[in-house]
């Protein structure tokens, strides 16, 4: 799952100036509970705001999260989220997870990155930009692997959601996501529920064929 999204003279003035679609204070947690599509509970993950820091004149959201399956760590993983004041922007280098780099942790890895971005104001019907990251895997200068996520064909709609955290007015958010890695290509659409100081709600992942695989809720906050 992929399952995620700053300017600063204080947090009062960024609570003014710039749409967060993510918590914003240091340690503030969430629990998010990962379903397949026979709605089997197969996963879940508690997440938290490690730091909330100002770098180039842009607000940035680092948040850590740790993935359990019955109750066993089965890894961490850090995203980061900056915002300027108009844009909410999530780092693509978070769609690529641990699991996925670790073969190749000591080797040397060259990224392209065209960061994912949500602007201050979204209406219904707008398109958001495309986005993507690219790892290409070297070995003493030879390319061994190259892995990819393309975010394409990103729209905007408001909905109100119900979630087992609580009730939102939240933004849906429809993507076309092909994933890379060497040969192998995989296309999936995922449909996401994005609340301002939230996240993202909710998620269903669908097959290119349109049937639903997995979908994943917030199921509480602290």
């Not at 003279?9 to 998010?32: D, H, L």
């Not at 979204?122 to 393309?150: C, F, Q, S, Y």
């Not at 609340?195 to 906050?221: A, H, N, P, Q």
Request: charged content about 25%; hydrophobic content about 35%; aromatic content about 12%.
């Amino acid at each position: 799952t992929f399952i995620i999204l700053f300017l600063a003279f204080s947090f009062t003035v960024f609570s003014q100036e710039c749409e967060a679609y993510i918590p914003i204070k240091v340690g503030s947690k969430y629990e998010t509970q990962y379903f397949d599509k026979k709605d089997k509970l197969t996963s879940t993950s508690t997440s938290e705001v490690l730091s909330v820091k100002t770098v180039n004149g842009k607000q940035e959201i680092v948040i850590e999260s740790e993935s359990f399956d019955n109750g066993e760590s089965i890894g961490k993983t850090e995203v980061t989220y900056y915002c300027d004041g108009e844009n909410f922007v999530v780092d693509m280098k978070g769609m690529l997870s641990e699991e996925q780099l670790q073969p190749y942790e000591a080797m040397d890895i060259e990224y392209k990155v065209e960061n994912l971005i949500y602007p201050k104001k979204m209406t219904d019907g707008m398109t958001l930009p495309d986005a993507l990251v690219e790892a290409v895997v070297l070995n003493e200068g030879m390319k061994i692997i190259t892995l990819r996520v393309d975010v394409t064909n990103t729209k905007v709609a408001t909905e109100s959601i119900t979630v087992p955290a609580g009730t939102y007015k939240a933004y849906k958010v429809t993507s076309d996501v092909l994933t890379k890695i060497g040969f192998i290509k995989v296309y999936v659409k995922t449909v996401k529920w994005l609340v301002k100081d939230v996240g993202f709600v909710r998620t269903e992942t669908y097959s290119k064929r349109g049937k639903l695989m997995s979908y994943s809720v917030i199921s509480r906050i602290w």
